[in-house]
């Protein structure tokens, strides 16, 4: 995996773990201290812009995520997905939808990450959602960017 490459898993890596402690503390402590927190607690960096990008970005449109979550994964109560996976599916779906990172990225990063901090059966649920929106929107999948 090339420096860029993984400098983005860690990145997502980290703002998985901000947006799961903002989600878990009822987005009663910014998004900005959660990231902050993140980084020079756990990663001691003093900062990270593609994961405050990310960040900034899911916090701005999640109820539009939610919305998305809710549409193509209809079978599971927002609220019943598990935390991580909903930290993970609004990353991933923020990272596709609003920041224009190539889906084929987002889905590989995204399913790896369920599969590090999700349950056994976090992966196939968080690639069909995400893969379930990439086709119904028309993204095509085969896009790639060397910067992703």
């Not at 009822?26 to 593609?50: C, G, N, Y």
């Not at 995400?130 to 992703?148: I, M, P, Q, T, Y």
Request: hydrophobic share 45%; aromatic share 8%.
């Amino acid at each position: 995996m090339t420096d860029k490459k993984e400098a983005r898993r860690q990145s997502r890596m980290m703002a998985l773990e901000a947006l799961f402690a903002y989600l878990a503390r009822d987005q009663k402590v910014s998004i900005k201290d959660s990231l902050r927190h993140v980084l020079q607690e756990v990663a001691e960096k003093k900062k990270d812009d593609f994961a405050k990008t990310l960040l900034e970005t899911a916090a701005e449109n999640l109820q539009k995520v939610r919305l998305i979550i809710r549409a193509y994964a209809p079978e599971f109560p927002f609220e019943k997905i598990a935390p991580i996976n909903r930290a993970i599916l609004i990353l991933g779906l923020t990272e596709m939808k609003f920041l224009d990172t190539p889906p084929i990225v987002v889905i590989n990063e995204y399913v790896e990450l369920s599969k590090t901090f999700g349950e056994d059966k976090s992966a196939g649920f968080v690639n069909a959602v995400l893969d379930s929106f990439r086709k119904n929107v028309g993204l095509d999948s085969s896009r790639s960017k060397e910067d992703a």
